[in-house]
């Protein structure tokens, strides 16, 4: 299912015009170019990177589909480091002269193989010249070279005044498509077309964490996994269109800059649709960091718009059209699907509304109306660092959100962790409690109370209550010490919220004290009324709290901290 969505992604793209490479072709960064004259005369290196000191990166072109590369020697054509094009490895790998000479020479056949006939395009000859002229000492003592081959950095060829590389002048293209287009006698178990199936697949980069130089979706390189003498790739025939189109897609998906990729976590996440559809240029947002021209972007007003189009909107806002969310974590040689989510525009709206709906929760006047994944899944994080976020628990937490089923119980474990360990109780820290707890109550119908948006004076649930209690206490320690730098949040918060009776009896003697210390004695009674009024019906301070009902005090916590700072209307 998800080659064959990659692959119509490719086949829409590829209809519509969009930016993705051609059959035989890929879009790969060239950081520098060999600048020849038209009779392969070397003119000059010119430096295609962008950018400042290591974030400098090179310009993206149309090249020819690397070659799959493995221990033994195999060139690219028209591209390659210093060591296939020149013969010029880098300094710092033992290569042996004999290696050497075999990777330049493999470079050069290439060219002649895949174009015995040199003259039919000018771009050819000049590069077939060059390299046959071995003459390079200009460009080993151009000012460019020294970087070019410590780094070991891709070369490919422009002829002087061109605006194109070599291999995207035209003549080189028609062959190279020409013969991509070759059929076999196998059929696909993607497409179902008969094809020609490929044995190694091309590899897939842009993964956060995996191998730079990529890594394979698809691919059998065990003796246990072969099946009836069949090797590698013909295990699972997978046609070479087919395997061309899903590979150029994900990697265009995947690519640095792509508007269609996010990181969630160790998973790095691409989505498409099955057709052209606005919600491809919003999902990102929507779990991004805020634009820093609109720091407060409501979304759940954006996506409303996805939700349910009024009759007669236009074709690309239709809410049938499949969408597709994929998420890929590195895995040794391999990468591994984190997860996987197919459903409708529609459902996949409605399911964030939805998650944005439970994670709502009273704030400051400055703080967002809504919080990015990122900000939910860092406030579970060791010193608020995206790092430290569990690995596993980033695409758990995705897939509740668009599937709209229950959130991991991790997810509140590891907030409520983080609450106890840093006694801070934060806008994204309560509002991811909040809504697990709200969740958790939808859908296994327990005889809670949900928990409510802003304080709930109604609620009885003794987490709730003990967690308004222990906001009160705090505060009447405020107010009977000014300046105070550590309240009891800073002491007993943890012991408190877990196990009360080792604390609360304590805080209520102390509470006395702090009370007679107030010179407003009004203030000192509305205290007495309050925590009369949470109190009233508590039979005893329990021994321990649950994990919910712990989550239930740090919100009931919150909710009493934030009604204290809320102006009352008369």
Known sequence: MILQALNNYYNRTAQGGGDIAAPGFQKQQIPFLIILGQDGHFVDLQDTRSGEGKKKVGKTFTVPKATKKTSGVAANLFYDTPAYVLGRPRPDQDVSPDKALKQRQAFLERVKDSFPDTSIDIGISAVFSFLEGNDFHALFE????????????????????????????????????????????????????????????????????????????????????????????FNAPVGERTEFAYTTALNTLLAKGSRQRLQVGDASTVFWAEKNHDFENI??????????????????????????????????????????????????????????????????????????????????????????????????????????????????????????????????????????????????????????LVRNTRYSNRNFKEVTMSLDKTNVNIGYRLGRLFAVLEKVQEEGNPGINATIRDRFYGAASSTPVAVFSHLMKLKNYHISKLENRGRATNFEKMIGEIVDGIDGFPSHLSLPDQGRFAVGYYHQRQDFFTKKDD
């Open 283 to 436: 999902f990102a947002n929507i779990f991004g960091e805020p634009a820093k021209e609109n720091p407060v972007q409501d979304y759940k007003n954006l996506i409303s718009l996805f939700r349910a189009p009024e009759t007669g909107s236009k074709p690309e806002l239709d809410p049938n059209t499949r969408f597709y969310v994929l998420g890929l974590a590195p895995n040794a040689a391999r990468i591994a699907v984190r997860f996987w989510y197919n459903g409708t525009v529609k459902e996949v709206a409605d399911n964030i509304y939805q998650h944005f709906e439970d994670c709502s929760i009273v704030h400051g006047p400055n703080q967002p109306e809504t919080l990015s994944l990122f900000r939910l899944l860092v406030s579970t994080a060791i010193q608020g660092e995206s790092k430290n976020i569990q690995p596993s628990l980033s695409g758990e937490f995705l897939r509740s959100i668009l599937a709209g089923t229950p959130y991991p119980q991790t997810l509140l474990s590891a907030a409520i962790r983080r609450l106890r360990a840093e006694r801070e109780a934060t806008y994204p820290r309560i509002s991811l409690i909040k809504a697990v």
């Open 142 to 233: 151009h000012p460019l070279w020294k970087e070019i081959e410590e780094k070991g950095l891709l070369l490919s060829f422009k002829l002087d005044g061109d605006n194109s590389l070599v291999c995207e002048r035209q003549a080189i293209v028609q062959v190279l498509g020409r013969v991509s287009g070759l059929k076999g006698d196998n059929v696909c178990l993607v497409s179902g077309e008969t094809d020609k199936s490929v044995r190694l697949h091309t590899a897939i980069k842009g993964v956060w964490g995996a191998q730079t130089s990529g890594a394979n979706l698809v691919s059998f390189n065990l003796k246990a996994f072969t099946s009836f003498g069949k090797e590698q790739g």
